[in-house]
């Protein structure tokens, strides 16, 4: 049973430059929410996806979007890039409605603003 | 407001008893998280405790909760070179729309041999 995945790996970019990221979510969940960790920090959440929809967002301006498609992988996408943009960004899965609300991590994609 | 609060190192030798603490801020959360993620990898769900529990144990590790305090801590029994990691505790507050999880900046364990 594959755990969460997410690609790329590694990923660099200049300032002002837009960015996709993506994810698929462990089998059997529905529910997809994007965290960006900073180095040194915890990870902060940026919002979550279910059915398609965003259903929860933080703190974090417009140029911040996602999707979820119909087989519940989702994209984050980051627009007019920012040094400050430069972290780990992780994507979680998990089911709903859960009991534990527990949440399953991707190893991460390292993002690099330059 | 939300935060959760951790202290940021603990060193600790091989096969001693490591705890490590937590306090937070929304009573409302109805679930507590810990997480260990290792260097350059993402979050490994350790274990999570009910908000109408003291204590849970799974294996070598305790979860104890003092809803009261609003503190929490995990202690790891017989502490091995492979649980250097930073940890994380995360509360999930209640919210109609959605379960983000509110993480606190994490606390590095250190093991010496």
């Known amino acids: 049973d594959a755990g969460v995945t997410q690609s790329p790996t590694h990923l660099i970019k200049t300032r002002g430059q837009q960015v996709t990221l993506r994810c698929s979510p462990k089998?059997?969940?529905?529910?997809v929410s994007w965290y960006q960790q900073a180095l040194g920090q915890g990870p902060q959440f940026i919002f979550q996806y279910y059915e398609e929809e965003e259903r929860q967002r933080g703190n974090f301006p417009d140029r911040f979007s996602g999707h979820q498609f119909p087989n519940y992988s989702s994209e984050l996408n980051v627009n007019a890039l920012l040094l400050g943009d430069s972290a780990l960004y992780l994507c979680?899965?998990?089911?709903?409605?859960?009991?534990?609300?527990?949440?399953?991590f991707g190893p991460g994609t390292r993002l690099t603003v330059l | 407001g939300e935060d959760v609060e951790q202290s940021l190192f603990l060193s600790v030798r091989e096969g001693d008893s490591s705890v490590i603490n937590c306090t937070y801020t929304d009573s409302s959360s109805t679930y507590l998280y810990w997480y260990k993620q290792e260097p350059g990898a993402g979050l490994q769900l350790l274990t999570y405790i009910f908000s109408n529990m003291d204590m849970k144990q799974d294996q070598r590790l305790t979860v104890l909760l003092n809803k009261k305090d609003k503190h929490l801590s995990l202690r790891i029994a017989d502490t091995q070179t492979g649980d250097s990691a930073i940890y994380f505790c995360?509360?999930?507050?209640?919210?109609?729309?959605?379960?983000?999880?509110?993480f606190g900046k994490g606390t590095t364990l250190s093991v010496s041999s």
């Open positions: 979680a899965s998990s089911f709903y409605p859960s009991g534990g609300n527990e949440q399953f």
């Open positions: 089998s059997g969940h529905d529910t």
């Open positions: 995360a509360e999930s507050p209640l919210n109609q729309a959605g379960t983000a999880l509110i």
